[in-house]
């Protein structure tokens, strides 16, 4: 079997129904592994016989079970998507030719309805990047959920965060480690099952709350941004790719 060019890290729980959607789009040379979070329902099983790679993380939280994955990565390139069908893998792509001129592509998420994101949850998303911008200087629209780095890069930033906070430390470090972000329309259909966040009120506070704390956090020296950076990788100053939406 030939070596994954991109390792697709899916965080799972209770995903049974949208697993074979999500998996049945995944491109040819890209690697799923699906990191079941203390899913109740089959979907270990599913991803498995979907030819999933399927790894148990029993720590419970969105930052457990991305980092699982993270850690497991092999192939050269490495992408974020939530399972819940909200997300087309089959644009993975464009997003990773895109690395050519940046170091971080984040999917700038495109409703098609108004119930693929509600507007309490587009409001929350729009003040955290605000927030984010005042504290790094980087522009976003979006703090996405479909993202795609380098693997050795990615794992040399050494996220701390285990619960909702992780997809925004990702940024912040990131930025702070000198990469180039850019972020790219993606289309975001309404997600199979109710979500984990939105879906309820205590998750919905418990995402704000971890955001919050993450951008309350003293920003890392450069000194220790540098020694995460893996041998050999270069810090570039962050600005905008003229071919897609950017920072600015």
Not at 13 to 19: G, P, R, S, T, Y
Not at 232 to 242: F, K, L, M, Q, Y
């Amino acid at each position: 079997m030939n070596e994954p060019h991109v390792d697709v890290v899916l965080p799972c729980l209770d995903e049974e129904q949208a697993l074979p959607r999500v998996l049945a789009a995944l491109p040819a040379g890209y690697r799923a592994i699906v990191i079941d979070n203390g899913s109740t329902d089959r979907s270990a099983e599913v991803a498995r016989s979907l030819g999933a790679l399927v790894i148990e993380e029993t720590r419970r939280g969105f930052g457990s079970a991305v980092n699982a994955g993270v850690e497991a990565a092999t192939a050269p390139i490495i992408a974020i998507c939530d399972a819940d069908a909200s997300l087309d893998l089959a644009e993975l792509p464009r997003l990773v030719a895109l690395l050519e001129g940046a170091d971080l592509v984040l999917g700038r998420r495109v409703p098609t309805s108004s119930r693929a994101w509600p507007a309490i949850s587009r409001l929350a998303n729009r003040a955290v990047a605000a927030r984010l911008g005042r504290k790094t200087g980087v522009r976003l629209h979006d703090i996405g959920p479909m993202r795609v780095a380098r693997t050795i890069a990615l794992q040399s930033l050494a996220l701390r965060d285990r619960r909702s906070g992780y997809p925004l430390e990702m940024v912040v470090r990131a930025a702070h480690a000198g990469w180039r972000i850019v972020e790219t329309d993606v289309v975001y259909a309404p997600r199979v099952g109710r979500s984990k966040v939105t879906g309820t009120v205590r998750g919905f506070l418990t995402a704000v709350g971890d955001m919050s704390r993450i951008l309350a956090e003293r920003p890392a020296s450069a000194s220790a941004s540098a020694e995460r950076r893996a041998p050999g990788e270069r810090s570039v100053p962050a600005e905008p790719a003229s071919a897609e939406r950017s920072m600015s």
